[in-house]
């Protein structure tokens, strides 16, 4: 039995790509994945074939397996198209007023039952919702990268937040094996005002002096027990993104946040790790 027999996905990028493919791998449901254009479709579909054919290659899943999975997904520049969804889950840029004109659209053509949620790692739920109608059926759901290997889901409540719209929530995650922790909707929720506090510091610390990249990363690696280094993380999330998310949690939560010149100096080089090839480390 699936509880949600179709999921729509907004924006086919790296994470967006990747809620999909946990969708199609764990659950029965149908995926509809929506994209601005062509362009952006054609990246979503390589990304998603791409996590696809991984299994397949390593011999873990047979080729009629995955032919299954591919045959349940669809892809659209047509938001319209998400109108029969029983759950949509938007994961576009991290800019306030983009996603509160996607949940503003999403509410005037699916179902008023169906569940929107939003894959912000940091803005606010309350702000997105209040742009939707019947806006206790949204609903944070912040997944980590890459999707397909991170348990967590840190499920977000908006102030607007009904309790069965969270009961769906962790539904959803339990279908797709994960884990999930419940936060309320306050700037950075848990894991991002934590974890942009360590990459802050961390920053800091490399900029006074006080230790190497190398050294740093080590240092929290082993004494720790972090799976990477702040700097492995930042390289890994994009230096853009986390400028952005400390620049938000600064308006909101005072100088704490404050980014660093470094950090906007990486930003105007365009280094901006892991998908530019260049960021604290080069790749």
């Not at 967006?16 to 969708?23: H, L």
């Not at 509410?107 to 803005?123: M, P």
């Not at 900029?207 to 799976?227: A, C, H, Q």
């Amino acid at each position: 039995m699936t509880l949600f027999a179709t999921v729509g996905v907004v924006g086919g990028g790296t994470m967006g790509s990747g809620i999909a493919y946990e969708v199609l791998r764990k659950t029965e449901a149908r995926v509809i994945v929506r994209e601005v254009d062509e362009r952006a479709l054609d990246r979503a579909t390589s990304l998603i074939t791409g996590y696809v054919e991984r299994p397949v290659a390593k011999g873990q899943v047979t080729r009629e397996v995955a032919d299954g999975w591919l045959a349940r997904v669809a892809y659209t520049t047509d938001i319209a198209d998400l109108a029969g969804a029983d759950l949509v889950v938007e994961a576009v840029f991290e800019d306030l007023d983009l996603k509160r004109d996607i949940f503003r659209q999403l509410s005037e053509v699916c179902r008023e039952d169906a569940i929107l949620a939003s894959n912000t790692s940091g803005l606010s739920i309350t702000a997105i919702a209040a742009a939707a109608t019947n806006p206790e059926r949204v609903i944070g759901l912040h997944f980590f990268n890459p999707v397909p290997a991170m348990k967590l889901v840190e499920i977000v409540r908006a102030y607007q937040t009904g309790e069965a719209t969270v009961e769906a929530a962790r539904a959803f995650c339990d279908a797709l094996g994960k884990e999930t922790i419940l936060a309320k909707d306050y700037p950075g929720f848990i894991t991002t005002r934590i974890g942009m506090t360590m990459l802050g510091e961390a920053v800091r610390c490399l900029e006074e002096g006080v230790g190497t990249v190398e050294d740093i990363d080590k240092g929290m690696r082993l004494g720790f027990n972090f799976p990477m280094g702040p700097f492995e993380l930042a390289d890994l999330v994009g230096i853009d993104v986390l400028l952005h998310i400390l620049e938000t949690n600064s308006h909101l939560l005072g100088d704490r946040f404050q980014p660093s010149p470094l950090l906007r100096q990486m930003v105007a080089a365009g280094h901006l790790g892991r998908k530019t090839g260049r960021g604290f480390y080069t790749y």
